[in-house]
């Protein structure tokens, strides 16, 4: 926050000064000596010192209100995640999103390694899927559900030229088998790079391109 201290130094001496001022009780009446002079008295009692209310200096400048970073990763939450899914496979678990209104999820490849899957809704419900495409290049692998249930709507994708480093982002999924975990950070670099997951026999090597890195926190069974 900042202060304006040149505005504020001024205000609080005087009020020190007032506060200091008004514990000094006044002498006690005595008559003019003979010469002139009045005598001090060494019987004078004071006053006790008053106490004052703390004084509050109020910056003129409005700081920025919190609600909003409280409330929109909690309305980004509320909105997503009944369209997240968790990925059960014969060979591990994962994690996933609802693409369309024909029950198809978006996943990564190497979460549908098995031609078994079990897909759990937000709201407990399970069901069998099949695998529709998977590719080891980019992957992604599409799995499909028979129907979705009821309040599942399948999520928009945003265009990757309007982020930008530094904007905020979240990650849902489930890490560890934590079913709808959610974590916050932002856009750390754009256009990176990463190695293909196909198992390749001679030296040569595909990366998947324009990926996007972030710092929230990322762990095993959040792919997808």
Not at 71 to 91: H, L, R
Not at 174 to 186: A, H, R, T
């Amino acid at each position: 926050m900042k202060v304006e201290f040149q505005k504020i130094v001024p205000v609080w001496i005087s009020v020190v000064l007032l506060a200091a001022c008004s514990s000094i009780a006044p002498l006690e009446a005595q008559s003019p000596a003979a010469d002139g002079l009045i005598p001090v008295s060494n019987t004078s009692v004071q006053e006790p010192a008053q106490v004052h209310d703390p004084v509050v200096f109020q910056n003129s400048t409005s700081l920025p209100s919190t609600d909003s970073l409280q409330t929109e990763p909690i309305d980004v939450y509320k909105q997503t995640s009944p369209s997240v899914v968790y990925i059960i496979s014969a060979t591990g678990s994962g994690s996933g999103f609802v693409y369309d209104a024909k029950g198809d999820i978006i996943t990564n490849s190497h979460v549908a390694g098995s031609r078994a899957f079990e897909v759990v809704f937000a709201s407990g419900g399970r069901q069998s899927v099949s695998l529709v495409a998977a590719g080891a290049d980019a992957n992604l692998a599409v799995i499909q559900v028979e129907a979705l249930p009821e309040g599942v709507e399948p999520l928009p994708l945003a265009a990757s030229g309007d982020l930008a480093v530094g904007q905020f982002l979240v990650a849902i999924g489930n890490p560890f088998g934590e079913q709808g975990s959610m974590s916050l950070g932002i856009v750390s670099g754009l256009s990176r790079s990463l190695p293909s997951q196909r198992e390749l026999t001679s030296s040569s090597s595909n990366s998947l391109p324009e990926v996007i890195q972030t710092d929230a926190p990322i762990n095993p069974a959040n792919s997808g």
